[in-house]
């Protein structure tokens, strides 16, 4: 997956959601354009805890992304 596809996501408004699918077949969830840091080779995804505070963060490698597939927003509450 390239830099400027990743960035172009995170860009769209309004932002879409969307699951980061790696080529092991691990899959992030992206539900804030705020929760992911890219660089020209590798992405730097947030994971939040219950009230929305990253608590962990995982580095993926860019050549092993293989999927941005769209999911559902959360409800509004």
Known sequence: MTYETIRGRLDTRPFQP???VT????AYE???PEMAFPTR?????ASPDRNGIPS???LVSNL???ALEPIEAAPAS
């Open 18 to 20: 969307f699951r980061v």
């Open 23 to 26: 080529s092991s077949g691990q």
């Open 30 to 32: 992206v539900r804030h």
């Open 41 to 45: 080779t590798e992405m730097v995804i």
């Open 56 to 58: 962990r963060a995982r």
């Open 64 to 66: 092993h992304i293989t």
